[in-house]
């Protein structure tokens, strides 16, 4: 167990095995101190030990039957530190521990009147436990066995993603998977992360028609209460808040096989770019995913009867732990598919709200009904950026939440997102809130907001540009670690290419591919066969990179379709002139940064300037001076300062001295409003390096 539950702690003060994770051969340690209300007078350490293939879950009989017990002592004996310090201590011998070996235990405790008591006693939260490991080996397989060469990845490789361990029952874990009579059932085992156990946790398949299509299916997790699970970022970073459960994907969707081998960039991308917007969504990370359902670590000769099961992309489940990684109040949260997701603490509303919300949308509301319910600026980006990645598969009744706290704003959350990047029309590819675009005065303010997306993060496709170029290279680096020959990539093809449970077969990096199934037939040819054309691939989607610049919607042509398709709709040949920046000043003799912007033009006749609006962010990325290592990078997107709407007369710009860090790289653009209420483009930007 990760920590113990309320219950437990009622019982026992603290509780400690040393190791923390053992390997084959080391004795353990277990001390505990009882809550004094107890009235200890002596106790007793209960083991079970879990072997490996022969997994016992709570509601098995085993459970109830196959424990050992182990004398404690506080009497400064047999491994007791110290004599009648209210700490009792029993170590359980070396050998039994054994690799891959899942060890429980408890405490009876006998009181002063003679009384046992078992604790922890809860059903929930019934022990504690250790896991003893060894280490990953390292693994040869190869795409396509007997015709392809095997590739190795060594165990240094394997532990550059933060490896997550299965205990399960085999069968179990295949119904789970694969029969479509376990569809969503609940099965139990045990998840080990990080040295912590979270002993008889819920896991599932997951999905919806995509359930069982792929092979390599979708998994949740979802943890007891009171023992929320501790998750760490790509950098390591561990998240503010525990979990109560999360979702895990194949990197591989089942609808849109002409992605496989992006092994999940095609979903962290999305993610990451709209929290970078403003958008309230999950966070993801990678794992190594292991699953010990089998005596054996491996059969020779077989390279898919193993603990491998390979990469895999978290993501976060939106509900309140979710929320508060946001900085969101407590709030309750819909799904247009389930109704009620979350609901707030004291709060007894019945979905009443989200279906008056749902039908107010499709009603042709006014302006005013919309700015007093939906949080526009964040429908504005989330609108414009599933344009952007291509998501063919948001709709009206699915793949997005809401959130809402009486009294706020109703705000768009993104969900579901593997089948992007397709430069094809699949479902409608909107949400009702989309009603609000028929406000003219609301689809100018979206329009604008389009074209900043589009100069803020589409225009540079470079690796270190503060834009998407970069996050795709910043994402990337997480599946191809520095110092090693192989990346993830290579290794999710291995396992799963020609996995015996893989059904379409051979999908990895086939090159062309064409699909027959989104609106019609369209072609992708990379580059190269291999992770570097996916990631070239998914940049040229977002930029203007067609050399004919012939876009159309729905034209099945991946190259420059996102950035085609929301420039299509940002489009509007009345608004101002994008001016030039030029920075002035010697900037060395002065700390003051100064900025001057060209004269506000127009193609209107009589149009004339509203305001003048700068804006300053920080970029950075490896190689960019002020990265700092093992820290996300800065996006444009990211504002860091902006001036709000000022007199146009004067369009000069001295930055305060307190803006900038010395040392760190940012950008400074300008754009102009006219008296029709149009924003212009942002300016192209003045790079520099403050001093």
């Not at 490789?157 to 969503?184: I, K």
């Amino acid at each position: 167990m990760a920590g113990f539950a309320e219950e437990a702690q009622s019982v026992i003060r603290q509780v400690a095995h040393v190791p923390f994770q053992p390997k084959s051969g080391q004795p353990v340690t277990v001390t505990a101190r009882f809550a004094d209300r107890v009235g200890a007078r002596s106790a007793t350490l209960q083991v079970q030990l879990v072997e490996p293939g022969k997994y016992i879950r709570k509601s098995d009989k085993a459970f109830a039957t196959t424990w050992r017990d182990f004398p404690m002592h506080d009497d400064g004996t047999a491994g007791d530190l110290k004599a009648g310090d209210g700490i009792y201590t029993a170590v359980v011998p070396g050998e039994l521990q054994t690799h891959r070996m899942l060890a429980r235990y408890r405490f009876v405790i006998t009181n002063t009147a003679g009384e046992a008591i078992r604790a922890p006693g809860t059903n929930e939260f019934p022990n504690f436990a250790w896991f003893t490991y060894d280490g990953i080996p390292a693994w040869s397989g190869a795409s396509q066995p007997g015709k392809t060469p095997a590739l190795t990845f060594s165990a240094a490789f394997q532990n550059t993603l933060p490896v997550y361990h299965l205990l399960a029952n085999r069968g179990d874990v295949e119904r789970s998977q694969w029969d479509g009579g376990a569809d969503h059932k609940k099965l139990y085992g045990t998840l080990v992360y990080d040295g912590c156990v979270y002993d008889h946790i819920g896991f599932h398949n997951r999905g919806k028609g995509s359930t069982y299509v792929n092979g390599k299916n979708k998994w949740g997790f979802k943890f007891n209460h009171g023992d929320k699970f501790q998750a760490r970022d790509n950098l390591g970073h561990p998240y503010q808040h525990g979990w109560n459960s999360f979702s895990m994907e194949p990197g591989a969707s089942a609808w849109a096989q002409i992605n496989r081998g992006m092994s999940g960039l095609d979903e962290a991308v999305p993610f990451r770019a709209f929290q970078l917007a403003g958008v309230p969504a999950a966070n993801t990370h990678w794992i190594h995913f292991r699953v010990i359902d089998r005596p054996q670590e491996a059969t020779p000769g077989n390279q898919y009867e193993t603990d491998l099961w390979g990469l895999y992309l978290i993501v976060q489940d939106v509900d309140g732990p979710w929320e508060r990684e946001m900085g969101l109040p407590d709030g309750n949260i819909y799904s247009p598919e389930s109704g009620l997701k979350h609901r707030m603490e004291n709060n007894t509303d019945d979905g009443t709200r989200w279906r008056k919300f749902l039908e107010d949308c499709q009603r042709g509301k006014k302006e005013e009904w919309w700015r007093t319910n939906l949080n526009l600026e964040v429908y504005y980006s989330f609108h414009a950026l599933n344009r952007l990645v291509g998501n063919v598969d948001i709709r009206p009744d699915g793949n997005y939440f809401f959130y809402h706290r009486p009294g706020s704003l109703w705000t768009v959350s993104p969900w579901d997102l593997d089948m992007m990047f397709i430069p094809k029309t699949h479902q409608p590819g909107y949400i009702e809130a989309i009603h609000c675009l028929d406000v003219p005065a609301i689809r100018l303010e979206y329009q604008a907001r389009a074209r900043e997306i589009l100069d803020l993060f589409c225009s540079d496709a470079a690796p270190n540009g503060g834009q998407i170029g970069q996050l795709v290279e910043e994402l990337a680096r997480v599946l191809c670690p520095a110092g090693q020959e192989r990346n993830w990539s290579e290794l999710d093809m291995a396992v799963w290419n020609f996995h015996p449970r893989t059904n379409d077969k051979g999908a990895f990096f086939r090159n062309p591919c064409s699909d027959g199934r989104m609106g019609g037939g369209w072609e992708r040819k990379l580059t190269t066969p291999d992770l570097a054309g996916f990631r070239k691939y998914l940049v040229e989607f977002c930029t203007d990179s067609r050399a004919k610049k012939n876009y159309q919607i729905n034209d099945g042509d991946p190259h420059g379709y996102g950035f085609g398709y929301l420039s299509i709709e940002a489009a509007d040949k009345k608004i101002p002139a994008t001016p030039m920046v030029q920075l002035t000043g010697t900037p060395k003799l002065s700390k003051k940064y100064a900025f001057r912007a060209s004269a506000f033009a127009s193609p209107v006749t009589n149009a004339t300037a509203a305001a003048v609006e700068w804006r300053l962010a920080e970029i950075s990325a490896p190689g960019v001076p002020g990265f700092v290592t093992n820290q996300p990078c800065r996006y444009e997107l990211q504002t860091l300062w902006n001036s709000g709407e000022l007199p146009p007369g004067r369009p000069e710009l001295q930055l305060a001295d307190n803006l900038c860090k010395k040392v760190h790289t940012y950008r400074v653009r300008a754009r102009y409003k006219d008296n029709s209420g149009r924003w212009g483009h942002w300016s192209e930007p003045v790079q520099f390096v403050a001093e």
